[in-house]
Nanobody, 118 residues
Framework: QVQLVESGGGLVQAGGSLRLSCVASGTIFRFDTMGWFRQAPGKQRELVAAVTSGGRTTYGDSVKGRFTISRDSRKNTVYLQMNSLNHEDTAVYYC????????????WGQGTQVTVSS
């Protein structure tokens, strides 16, 4: 099992920045992919960013150039630096660990609220 604890959410003005952190505990495999998803009211959960154990990153189109994901595998921690925030970034942000064996298994944190005021 994997437990994920997010921190760093809050209220920020448009144009501002926030940094999210997620610490994973339990059984962590080196090859697990770590990432962030978000879900705004009335919308589906969407990928924000993900990083593999090898450091390959993937970003959602709406955050490219503004958000940066990073990972400290020794600390089992993943970070999301969010710059130039706008109202459309308002959502609950969820930390995710994806374990790909014969099937993929997703582990989720409880989420942290990010609210961007106009």
């Amino acid at each position: 099992q994997v437990q994920l604890v997010e921190s760093g959410g809050g209220l920020v003005q448009a144009g501002g920045s926030l940094r999210l952190s997620c610490v994973a505990s339990g059984t962590i495999f080196r090859f697990d992919t770590m990432g962030w998803f978000r879900q705004a009211p009335g919308k589906q959960r969407e990928l924000v960013a993900a990083v593999t154990s090898g450091g390959r990153t993937t970003y959602g189109d709406s955050v490219k150039g503004r958000f940066t994901i990073s990972r400290d595998s020794r600390k089992n921690t993943v970070y999301l630096q969010m710059n130039s925030l706008n109202h459309e970034d308002t959502a609950v942000y969820y930390c995710n660990v994806r374990r790909q064996l014969s099937v993929a298994t997703d582990y989720w944190g409880q989420g942290t609220q990010v609210t961007v005021s106009s």
